[in-house]
């Protein structure tokens, strides 16, 4: 059965200046090597004339690199693709974003928006995530998304981080 999750976070960039980071391949690169080291590539990243910005990654975590309970059932290692569509409306950014992975059954989607709070920003991020293996299945889609409740947040304040560090 999947599970859901719900994160919201916080910045104190605004965004407009989260939107430009998003569109920029060096805010990215810089993200990906943050969160993964030289384990997740950036595959593509595409900014359309209306401003939507297409970004994706795979990330190859070898079995050394996961954590007990999915070693277990996953001993080949997992690689793990990642697609985020941002675009812009009115003053607000929307996400569609969906995982999939080679390695094990997991697939997951979901959807964000960053509002104006103040002089910032709000990111809300919600989904379902589903990993199909017998008897581990919930408790490694319990792990993935108590991480994801500390990534989320990790990942908006680099963001916020290297926009006042590259404007």
């Excluded at 985020?84 to 928006?113: I, K, N």
Aim: charged share 20%; aromatic share 6%.
């Amino acid at each position: 059965m999947p599970r859901p999750f719900d994160v919201c976070t916080d910045s104190t960039a605004g965004v407009d200046a989260i939107h430009t980071a998003f569109g920029n391949e060096t805010y990215w690169r810089a993200r990906l090597f943050e969160f993964g080291k030289d384990s997740i590539r950036l595959d593509s990243l595409t900014v359309d004339d209306d401003g939507s910005v297409h970004v994706s990654t795979t990330q190859d975590m070898g079995r050394d690199m996961l954590p007990a309970v999915m070693a277990k059932a996953i001993p080949g290692g997992l690689r793990v693709m990642r697609e985020e569509r941002w675009r812009r409306t009115a003053d607000e950014l929307h996400c569609q974003a969906v995982v999939t992975a080679t390695g094990a059954p997991l697939h997951a989607t979901g959807s964000a928006q960053i509002t104006p709070v103040g002089t910032g920003s709000r990111l809300r991020f919600t989904g379902t995530l589903q990993v199909r293996i017998p008897l581990l299945g919930g408790a490694i889609e319990k792990f993935i998304v108590s991480a994801l409740a500390d990534e989320i947040p990790a990942a908006q304040r680099f963001t916020t981080q290297w926009i006042a560090e590259h404007g």
